[in-house]
């Protein structure tokens, strides 16, 4: 059971513009804590996309977006395109465990 | 280029140990903190464990807490991962990966694949 809540599935056609989840609680997101985001290809390393809630390392495409609020979160991507299929992780700081760094389940989003 | 390159993995009897290397390049190693990440096969990602820029502060994941650690030799650029009494559920393969302020995970390695099992 992750710490961070994620919908286990998302799917959009190419074009569309998808939303994925990401629910905390009082001790990590609704304690102030960043929200960031990582696209896991196949068989590859997690590779961040968002950080700090909203902003994009360079070299990620303006067609992610990442927004917070309250003890959730969540990433967008909108004109979806196929190279875009990947699995998602949402990730911030939980204050009630020592030290501790958090993930949510991972969300795959599958292009139609 | 930034690079994080994890070695040491392997096959592993349960209650056996292993040591897992990472050897980065490309930045001031001795400027960031490090952590190892793991992912069991098919599953998400876990934080596993934390150590700051002078080989403290230290933290790990109440999964590992009295069984692994952690530790870096700053003049060969290079963190490790001694993993003692290791059971089945610790099967998977093992990141390491840099930590930004702000406490985000910004450079990964390939991972090395850790199995457990008779």
């Known amino acids: 059971q992750s710490v961070l809540t994620q919908p286990p599935s998302v799917s959009g056609a190419p074009g569309q513009r998808i939303t994925i989840s990401c629910t905390g609680s009082s001790s990590n997101i609704g304690a102030g804590y960043d929200v960031h985001w990582y696209q896991q290809l196949p068989g590859t390393a997690p590779k961040c996309v968002i950080y700090?809630?909203?902003n994009r390392p360079s070299g990620v495409p303006d067609r992610f977006s990442g927004s917070k609020s309250g003890t959730s979160a969540s990433l967008a991507i909108t004109g979806l395109q196929a190279e875009d299929e990947a699995d998602y992780y949402c990730?911030?700081?939980?204050?009630?465990?020592?030290?501790?760094?958090?993930f949510g389940g991972g969300t795959k989003v599958t292009v139609l | 280029e930034v690079q994080l390159v994890e070695s040491g993995g392997g096959l592993v009897q349960p209650g056996g140990s292993l040591r897992l290397s990472c050897a980065a390049s490309?930045?001031?190693?001795?400027?960031?903190?490090m952590n190892w990440v793991r992912q069991a096969p098919g599953k998400g990602l876990e934080w596993v464990s934390y150590?700051?820029?002078?080989?403290?502060?230290?933290f790990y994941a109440d999964s590992v807490k009295g069984r692994f650690t952690i530790s870096r030799d700053n003049a060969k650029n290079s963190l490790y991962l001694q993993m003692n009494s290791l059971r089945d559920e610790d099967t998977a393969i093992y990141y390491c990966?840099?930590?930004?302020?702000?406490?985000?995970?910004?450079?990964w390695g390939q991972g090395t694949l850790v199995t457990v099992s008779s």
């Open positions: 490309g930045f001031s190693f001795t400027s960031f903190s």
């Open positions: 700090g809630n909203n």
């Open positions: 990730q911030s700081y939980d204050s009630s465990l020592s030290g501790s760094w958090v």
């Open positions: 150590m700051g820029i002078s080989s403290g502060p230290i």
């Open positions: 990966a840099r930590i930004r302020t702000g406490y985000y995970f910004d450079s």
